[in-house]
C-alpha cells in the first residue's frame, strides 16, 4: 500500500517494506526525478533513465568528508510511471522526511538514502571543538535543505521528540539520528570523578 504525499499540488507515493533490513519504493510520475548517492539504487522499471553527476568540485569533496559518495545518481521515469527501490545498508529503519525552505534537517553521516531534485544535500559543519571531538557524531554531519520528500536510514530503531523552545535533552553519544536545524548540539560532562570514570557513559 503507498502513501501519498501531497506536495505542491502534486503526489508522491512511496511505501517502505521490511523491518529490520527495510527498503523504500517509489513510484515516479512520468519525468519525475530522485536522486540518490552512487550505488545506493536496489532495483527500478526498465523505463527509468540514470544520468551521473557529481554536482560541482566543491559539493563532490563535502559529500565525501560527510561519507557519502562523490557522485549522484539521478533516476528520471521516461514514457511512463516508472518504480525504483533503495535498500538500507545496515539494520535499522528508514524515514521519510518533508523539507521545507522553513524546515532543513541535519542528519548523521552515512544517513542520507534519497531525495526530490528540489532537496539539496550539503555538508554541515559542527562548530565547537568539543563537541565534535566527544559528541560522537565527528566534525561533519549532513544538511538536508530546500523544498521535498527526502528518505534517511537509521541504525537501530528512532524515536522522535518535539523539543520546545528552550528545552533541553541529554542523549548518550552515538545516539542522535538527526534534528532539525533550529536544534544545537554541545557537550555535557558527567560530575564527578567516579562517575566519569567508571559510570561507563
Known amino acids: ?3 501519498e504525499v501531497t506536495k505542491g499540488g502534486f503526489y508522491m507515493k512511496y511505501q517502505i517494506l521490511g523491518e529490520s533490513l527495510p527498503v523504500v519504493e517509489i513510484e515516479l510520475d512520468q519525468n519525475e ?9 536496489s532495483w527500478m522499471s526498465n523505463n527509468l533513465a540514470m544520468k551521473t553527476s557529481a554536482g560541482g568540485v566543491g559539493k563532490a569533496l563535502g559529500r565525501m568528508f560527510s561519507g557519502e559518495s562523490l557522485f549522484l545518481n539521478y533516476y528520471t521515469a521516461l514514457n511512463k510511471p516508472g518504480r525504483i527501490a533503495f535498500a538500507s545498508s545496515m539494520p535499522g529503519s528508514i524515514r521519510a522526511i518533508e523539507i521545507t525552505p522553513s524546515k532543513s534537517i541535519i542528519v548523521q553521516k552515512t544517513g542520507f538514502l534519497a531525495c526530490e531534485t528540489g532537496v539539496e544535500l550539503s555538508i554541515h559543519f559542527r562548530k565547537k571543538l568539543a563537541a565534535g571531538f ?3 557524531e565527528g566534525f561533519v554531519m549532513q544538511r538536508l535543505s530546500g523544498s521535498g520528500i527526502a528518505f534517511v536510514e537509521i541504525d537501530g530503531h528512532a524515536i522522535e521528540y518535539d523539543l520546545q523552545a528552550g528545552e533541553q535533552m541529554i542523549i548518550d553519544t552515538g545516539h542522535l539520528a ?6 544545537t548540539l554541545d557537550i555535557k560532562t558527567v560530575g564527578g570523578v567516579k562517575n566519569a570514570l ?4
Not at 538527526?178 to 536544534?183: G, I, K, N, R
Not at 567508571?198 to 557513559?201: D, K, S, V
Request: charge should be negative.
Open 33 to 41: 526525478t530522485i536522486f540518490t548517492e552512487g550505488g545506493g539504487m
Open 178 to 183: 538527526l534534528m532539525e536545524d533550529t536544534v
Open 134 to 136: 566527544f559528541g560522537g
Open 1 to 3: 500500500m503507498y502513501n
Open 198 to 201: 567508571l559510570g561507563g557513559e
